[in-house]
Structure formats: C-alpha cells, structure tokens
C-alpha cells in the first residue's frame, strides 16, 4: 500500500509516517520509482508506534525496543535485542503506565458499579 493507504487506515498523517522514517521506527519498502510502499503489517506497526508515543516514550526508546516487541517476539531474546541506552528511563516509563493502568481500572470499576447501581433502580435512559 502507498503512504497515503496507511496514512488513511491508522489515522496518521504522512507527514508523521515520513518522520517515523527518517528517526528509523518504520521500515518502507521503495518501488522502482522510489515511492514508499508498506506490507499489511505496517498497519499494527504504526499503531503500536502510536500507543508508545502515547504512553509516554521516546521515539529514541522505541527505536531500541520495537524490534523486540513484534508479534514475531512473543518474550524478547537479550541475545538478539540490545539493552537499551536509558534503561532507567524505560523502567520510569513503565511505572508510569503501570500507574496509569491502576487509574484506568479503577475508574472503569467506578463506572460500571455506577450505571449497575442505576439498571438496579430501574433506570434505563
């Protein structure tokens, strides 16, 4: 697919989909004429960029830990994934997400304890 096909199935712009790129997260292949074409995993792939660019690490740190984290890598080798250059700053990022997993379940739990509450009374609206 083009870089405009990806662009309109994950919602990122080609813009972002260049700079992934040139930073060395996202892999095109090039056609004879040089345009940029992505197989269908590129698909999960952008997705995933987005979901780790959204919690909060750097596209340095994803560049280091994304080849270890395909579906390819169910548990990532150390033999064939280098440690990272921050590795503090990736334990940090963890807990950060682990924190706002909790705040996440948590709220859900409110919520749903909530419209319970009011299916219980009779409420349906």
Same mark, same amino acid.
């Given at each position: 697919?083009?870089?405009?096909?990806?662009?309109? %199935? $994950?919602?990122?712009? +080609?813009?972002?989909? @260049?700079?992934?790129?040139?930073?060395?997260? #996202?892999?095109?292949?090039?056609?004879?004429?040089?345009? %940029? $074409?992505?197989?269908? +995993?590129?698909?999960? @792939?952008?997705?995933?960029?987005?979901?780790? #660019?959204?919690?909060?690490?750097?596209?340095?740190?994803? %560049?280091?830990?994304?080849?270890?984290l395909g579906p390819e890598a169910e548990r990532p080798?150390?033999?064939?994934?280098?440690?990272?250059?921050?590795?503090d700053g990736l334990r940090r990022q963890l807990a950060t997400i682990e924190r706002?997993?909790?705040?996440?379940?948590?709220?859900?739990?409110?919520?749903?304890?909530?419209?319970?509450?009011?299916?219980?009374?009779?409420?349906?609206?």
């Amino acid at each position: 697919m083009k870089i405009g096909d990806l662009a309109a %199935r $994950t919602g990122v712009a +080609p813009r972002l989909l @260049r700079y992934y790129e040139e930073v060395g997260i #996202l892999h095109p292949f090039r056609s004879s004429n040089g345009y %940029r $074409t992505y197989g269908e +995993p590129a698909v999960e @792939r952008v997705l995933q960029i987005r979901e780790l #660019l959204e919690a909060g690490l750097t596209t340095e740190m994803i %560049r280091e830990v994304l080849p270890c984290l395909g579906p390819e890598a169910e548990r990532p080798d150390p033999g064939h994934c280098p440690a990272p250059k921050d590795l503090d700053g990736l334990r940090r990022q963890l807990a950060t997400i682990e924190r706002r997993i909790d705040v996440l379940q948590r709220n859900r739990r409110a919520i749903k304890d909530y419209l319970r509450a009011w299916a219980e009374a009779g409420v349906t609206t």
